[in-house]
């Protein structure tokens, strides 16, 4: 007889591959867990988008997730959260849905120089959860954000290091010139590119990945509803891209992560769902 749990799987999704930052924490974190991502690859990027088409969006994956029998939702991806995580919770009132919150209060509690720069989507920066946290945690503070334009595109396109690093370094050179402390990632995609981001932050700028936290907010949800998976449980993990070629998910995510991630297209399932 196997042990008790829940063994549906928990979904994640994100426009592109950034949730796979998430997602990796969740499967390290919780190796019984079985997962469902879903990038929505023919809408990417959502941050440039108004925050009533980014809810329409999340609501034809959400919905599709739902029809996949997930038990919880992870909405990895900081533009859905600021512009759909209400909705969705209102709309599924009975699943537990985990977001994306720019770690604005971590930042905070470290900051000594009471300077944050905050890389982000404009999508983020104009939703009431970052003005909301931010006058909740930093009202102390000089917060220098950046939108970012093309970044998501550029890493969801493999761009080569060197021509990253120059589109990065026009985004983290105001920080370093206002002497930021702490850097928040408020953007999924954007650890991806940790390895890139962190040479160009000067000493004593510490980098902040929110995935972690995310990954252990997971598993406080999962055991305060009883949702997690047997121990015992064997995981399956699978991978789903709104384009048609199933290499739009591989081929960043191998680049990336280095992960053998194997998707399937869904452009059609979606789009009835
Ligand atoms: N990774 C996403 C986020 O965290 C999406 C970025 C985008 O599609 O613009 O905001």
Redesign the pocket.
Known sequence: MSAPGDARPIGIF???I??LSVWREIAARLPAESCVYVADQAH?????RPAQEILTLSLRVVRFLMAARCKLIVV??????AAALQHLRRAWPDVPFVG?EPAIKPAAAQSRRRVAGVL??P??LAGELYRGTVARHARDMRIVAQGCPGL?DAIERCMPDAALTALLEGFVEPMRDADADVLVM????YPLVKHLIAPLCGPGMALIDPAPAVARQTARLLEAHGLAAPPDAVPTHRFHTTLPAPAALEQPARHWLGDGVRATSLGRDLNSA
């Open positions: 994100d426009s592109g950034g949730g990417v990027p959502y941050g440039p990895a991806c900081n533009s859905a959260s994306m982000a989507t999508a983020t998501v408020a953007c999924t995609h």
